[in-house]
């Protein structure tokens, strides 16, 4: 099964999505799993708003879950990227519609696995 090989990178941050690690710098942020879905929702559509009823059914499929979910894991992505009132905003709030990642995003396509090289002559001749 193929590894998705998509990073995104977006101010001093890197989330490589195939190890489903953010990170700051060079340093690993902890995330939990529904919290990381909820960030690569929304980096993944950069600049357009995601209506909470989708982030729902794509983070919780099959699971019905209440909207506080999603509401406390945007608080939490917002407090772990450092946002403030006064500062830095990355995630938008758009009243009664979703939520919109404003940062711009730079998607870089992670190195391949090495390809193992196979020698012709040696594979033919056992």
Do not use: C
Request: charged share 30%.
């Amino acid at each position: 099964m193929p590894t998705d090989t998509r990073v995104f990178e977006f101010a001093d941050f890197r989330i490589d999505v195939g190890e489903r690690v953010l990170y700051r710098g060079d340093a690993p942020v902890r995330l939990a799993p529904k919290v990381f879905d909820t960030l690569l929702a929304l980096v993944s559509r950069q600049g357009r708003v995601v209506s909470k009823d989708s982030l729902m059914a794509e983070i919780w499929r099959d699971t019905f879950v209440e909207e506080n979910n999603l509401t406390h894991h945007i608080f939490t992505l917002r407090r772990t990227l450092g946002e403030s009132k006064r500062g830095t905003k990355f995630i938008e709030t758009v009243p009664r519609l979703g939520y919109r990642f404003l940062p711009d995003v730079k998607v870089v396509k992670a190195q391949e696995p090495p390809v193992e090289l196979v020698d012709r002559e040696s594979s033919t001749s056992a």
